[in-house]
């Protein structure tokens, strides 16, 4: 979602106008939000970076290391991931763990959870 910076030539206010996609940012004629003008000259956003004072240091056996033909290394790597976010996932994603952990391949478990819900394996052409 892409938001462009705008310098009207009516008003000569700079704007933020935010659009919901490229393709919208792309078709869509932008419109000064303070006098309604057409006629907006587009500018080069600002950027800002932050820097952090000391570097964080990463213990390389506390990263998350998945390897696609072992289900457990996924289950690791979802555990990983939800043990930081600390967010509750539901019940899905602790069956589809569970049985990663299992050694379920995770194709399988993907075939049978989108069965559950009437989707199929197959990509639409």
């Known amino acids: 979602m892409p938001i ?8 000569e206010k700079e704007v933020s106008i935010f659009f919901l996609s490229f393709a919208e940012a792309r078709n869509e004629e932008a419109l000064c939000p ?10 080069v956003s600002g950027v800002s970076v932050l820097k952090e004072k000391k570097p964080v240091a990463q213990n390389p056996s506390h990263r998350s290391t998945f390897k696609e ?4 290394s996924l289950a ?3 555990d990983d991931a939800a ?5 509750n996932y539901g019940d899905d994603f602790k069956e589809v763990k569970s049985r990663l952990e299992k050694g379920e391949s995770a194709t399988s478990v993907e075939k049978s959870m ?7 394996m197959e990509t639409p052409h």
Request: with cysteine.
């Open 34 to 43: 303070e006098c309604g003008s057409k006629n907006l000259e587009r500018i």
């Open 4 to 11: 462009y910076e705008y310098r009207c030539q009516g008003c």
């Open 114 to 120: 989108r069965k559950r819900v009437g989707e199929s």
């Open 76 to 78: 690791r790597t979802m």
């Open 69 to 72: 033909d072992d289900p457990g």
């Open 83 to 87: 043990r930081k976010s600390s967010a």
